[in-house]
């Protein structure tokens, strides 16, 4: 159930409205010792976070929060619907930015932003939101990448990790960083095509917390260029969901016709 790390798929476009620039990653020298494979650092990863088994016993996930850009002042609320397989939704309310909306139904990506206006997803966009929208992707990684590689043991935000190439079956690749202790998911850096261009953004996961029987990140920190923008769950509960909530709002609809 990937629920909180599938924010930056969805949150990008945000940020993308107050920055453009690609990130650079706090990153250290690769040492030379022997590595584990990707599919073994992504399994201790799933059972970290409470197991096979806990993460496909849901169905559905909704968490509410808060979104702040502190460079630029300013500070508002989130709201995030996700359901199995494949549905998403986030809201996000913004003081002096407006209201921006991100979806995907199975079959339809659309956002709404103060800088777009109302936009139906299509070719790489259309595609890179069915990806990151995957409520199973954490268990099922074969169904999603052509191939996974830990390219090396490095230091991500002061953290020893395991970097890990991922690379999509429908092209582009991300990178994530997973904690050699603790075998948490530390971070990641994707570039997801916008309206306005390619963005990357580095992702910071931390403070991990029990929701149920599953450990999920309550505090994502997004960078991308000379923006940093934080995102902290307030809170976060399974199955209630109604698959009413993906469907594509009226200003959408009307693009549909």
Same mark, same amino acid.
């Given at each position: 159930?990937?629920?909180?790390?599938?924010?930056?798929?969805?949150?990008?476009?945000?940020?993308?409205?107050?920055?453009?620039?690609?990130?650079?990653?706090?990153?250290?020298?690769?040492?030379?010792?022997?590595?584990?494979?990707?599919?073994?650092?992504?399994?201790?990863?799933?059972?970290?976070?409470?197991?096979?088994?806990?993460?496909?016993?849901?169905?559905? /996930?909704?968490?509410?929060? +808060?979104? $702040?850009?502190?460079?630029?002042?300013?500070?508002? !609320?989130?709201?995030?619907?996700?359901? %199995?397989?494949?549905?998403?939704?986030?809201?996000?309310?913004?003081?002096?930015?407006?209201?921006?909306?991100?979806?995907?139904?199975?079959?339809?990506?659309?956002?709404?932003?103060?800088?777009?206006?109302?936009?139906?997803?299509?070719?790489?966009?259309?595609?890179?939101?069915?990806?990151?929208?995957?409520?199973?992707?954490?268990?099922?990684?074969?169904?999603?990448?052509?191939?996974?590689?830990?390219?090396?043991?490095?230091?991500?935000?002061?953290?020893?990790?395991?970097?890990?190439?991922?690379?999509?079956?429908?092209?582009?690749?991300?990178?994530?960083?997973?904690?050699?202790?603790?075998?948490?998911? /530390?971070?990641?850096?994707? +570039?997801? $095509?916008?309206?306005?261009?390619?963005?990357?953004? !580095?992702?910071?996961?931390?403070?991990? %917390?029990?929701?149920?029987?599953?450990?999920?990140?309550?505090?994502?920190?997004?960078?991308?260029?000379?923006?940093?923008?934080?995102?902290?769950?307030?809170?976060?509960?399974?199955?209630?969901?109604?698959?009413?909530?993906?469907?594509?709002?009226?200003?959408?609809?009307?693009?549909?016709?």
């Amino acid at each position: 159930m990937r629920m909180l790390r599938s924010w930056l798929g969805l949150a990008v476009p945000m940020i993308a409205l107050i920055a453009a620039a690609p990130s650079a990653p706090s990153q250290a020298p690769a040492t030379s010792e022997k590595l584990p494979s990707a599919r073994e650092v992504l399994d201790r990863h799933v059972k970290a976070v409470g197991g096979r088994e806990a993460l496909m016993s849901k169905s559905s /996930a909704h968490a509410t929060g +808060t979104v $702040e850009v502190a460079g630029a002042g300013l500070k508002g !609320t989130l709201e995030l619907f996700q359901a %199995k397989p494949n549905s998403m939704l986030m809201r996000i309310s913004l003081p002096g930015v407006g209201d921006i909306q991100e979806g995907f139904n199975g079959t339809v990506g659309w956002t709404i932003s103060p800088m777009t206006g109302p936009l139906i997803l299509q070719g790489k966009q259309l595609e890179e939101k069915k990806l990151d929208a995957d409520f199973y992707a954490e268990v099922q990684p074969e169904k999603r990448y052509a191939s996974m590689t830990v390219v090396e043991k490095t230091t991500f935000e002061g953290r020893p990790c395991f970097k890990v190439r991922l690379v999509h079956r429908n092209g582009g690749e991300d990178f994530q960083f997973f904690d050699v202790e603790t075998g948490l998911k /530390a971070g990641s850096i994707t +570039t997801r $095509e916008m309206p306005m261009g390619a963005i990357t953004a !580095t992702t910071v996961e931390t403070d991990y %917390k029990p929701f149920g029987n599953v450990l999920q990140p309550t505090k994502l920190t997004m960078t991308a260029g000379p923006i940093q923008q934080v995102m902290t769950v307030v809170s976060l509960e399974y199955d209630k969901v109604s698959p009413s909530v993906f469907e594509p709002p009226a200003e959408i609809k009307a693009l549909m016709k």
